[in-house]
């Protein structure tokens, strides 16, 4: 088997404090916790989530505007201790706002990871965009994956950065105490199910009603609770034994493997099979999106599209019109690919959940019967238009329309062939 061996930070720490309403004073915090901690050269050391100002929602694009500052002076004090620094602050991005997780060494910034999950009953789904991709930050080495405080709740995430190559997991959040149990429970397993390191550094203290619980822990591959702190401003820091991800894999590899074993063609069926799955997906809360068309010959324009479609919500239903309807609408030179091959094709995409095939001129029987929580259709619709659009927002879901990128056609593919 074989195993990296780029060499991991040999020491890790937490600087835990509890972030108040002064963003002068958090920064004095974190120099002074620093001094304290007194690292040696190379460590990596966390801090909490949104560690300067807090969720100051108020103040958020001046503290956005100032972040590039914030960085030089992060990458001045990395530089002074001779260590590699991480916490989340908010990053501007046009006109999107981001919970940005930031890695920094002497030469500055360099990973960055941007807040999947915004958490809605704090309202920041309101105030930060959540993140349009998900990669592992890279520092030069490779090593480091990491997630902001909510997203530790998701375990696919730190999953797809440890498949990319992190060896570490970096965790910074707010997390109160009335669920420090699962705090603790689940900095413990992502270390457990991915055999990495794990620092993950809370924060402390309290504002309005809300107390925050602190337990900063820096976890093994094996599960191992290296170091803890208790639930006030505190500074931990453990060595990381280089050997250890190289032990616990070489006995048995949970991280790595995974084959494909899916069969993507079972993502196409019918719809009384489709509507009892719906059923499930509202029981536990996922928003379905539904979105539907000839899709004959598949190309960019397409899968631009359904990947638009997809992000509306948490599954992607594609209703797909069958054979003689296209003949119906198109005439009886389409479609040129048939109905099983068009819906097999669709079903190999990641981003589409469920392929129904459908005669009838128009989908409103399967949108009626499926009544997903987003309808979906291209902007050159007019929503008063759309078919089941009234139906959806009366049940009170939603209609979006979706800007076609590029200069893409079946139609003009189809021209374009027969030209040659």
């Known amino acids: 088997m074989k195993l990296s061996h780029a060499p991991l930070p040999p020491f890790a720490g937490c600087l835990q404090i509890d972030v108040t309403p002064q963003p002068g004073d958090n920064f004095q915090q974190i120099r002074e916790g620093l001094g304290r901690l007194d690292p040696p050269p190379g460590a990596l050391v966390v801090l909490p989530e949104l560690w300067l100002h807090g969720f100051d929602y108020g103040t958020l694009q001046g503290q956005a505007d100032q972040t590039g500052h914030v960085l030089d002076q992060l990458r001045a004090l990395a530089s002074e201790y001779a260590v590699i620094l991480a916490g989340s602050l908010p990053e501007p991005d046009q006109d999107l706002i981001f919970n940005t997780l930031f890695i920094i060494n002497e030469h500055g910034v360099v990973g960055r990871y941007r807040k999947q999950h915004p958490f809605v009953p704090m309202q920041e789904n309101d105030h930060f ?22 997203d530790l709740r998701f375990p696919e995430l730190a999953r797809t950065q440890v498949q990319q190559g992190a060896r570490i997991l970096v965790i910074c959040g707010q997390w109160p105490q009335a669920r420090i149990s699962h705090w603790r429970l689940l900095v413990q397993a992502r270390a457990v199910e991915n055999q990495v390191f794990v620092v993950a550094c809370n924060r402390a203290g309290r504002t309005g009603e809300t107390r925050f619980g602190g337990h900063s822990m ?4 094996d599960g191992t609770i290296l170091r803890e702190a208790g639930d006030q401003g505190e500074v931990i820091g453990a060595a990381l034994p280089g050997y250890l ?20 063609k079972k993502k196409v069926c019918d719809l009384v099979t489709l509507a009892k799955t719906v059923s499930l997906y509202n029981e536990c809360g996922q928003r379905v999106v539904f979105t539907n068309g000839c899709f ?125």
């Open 218 to 221: 820096i976890v093994g591959p």
């Open 245 to 264: 991800p190289g032990q616990v894999r070489g006995c048995f590899n949970t991280a790595g493997p995974r084959p494909w074993r899916l069969a993507d």
């Open 129 to 150: 965009s959540p993140a349009d991709s998900l990669e592992m930050m890279a520092d030069g080495q490779g090593l480091f994956g990491g997630l902001v405080c909510y």
């Open 296 to 420: 004959d010959i598949l190309h960019e324009g397409h899968v631009t599209y359904l990947e638009a479609a997809r992000k509306q919500g948490d599954r992607l239903i594609v209703g797909l019109n069958s054979d003689a309807s296209i003949q119906a609408i198109k005439g009886p030179k389409r479609p040129v690919n048939k109905e099983s091959s068009r819906a097999r094709l669709l079903a190999a995409l990641g981003c589409v959940d469920h392929i129904v095939i459908f005669s009838d001129d128009t989908p409103l029987g399967l949108i009626t019967t499926l009544m997903p929580d987003v309808l979906v259709k291209g902007s050159d619709w007019p929503i008063d238009q759309i078919v089941g659009a009234k139906e959806v927002l009366a049940a009170g879901g939603k209609v979006t329309t979706i800007e076609f990128v590029g200069d893409f056609s079946t139609t003009g593919l189809i021209e374009k062939i027969r030209r040659k």
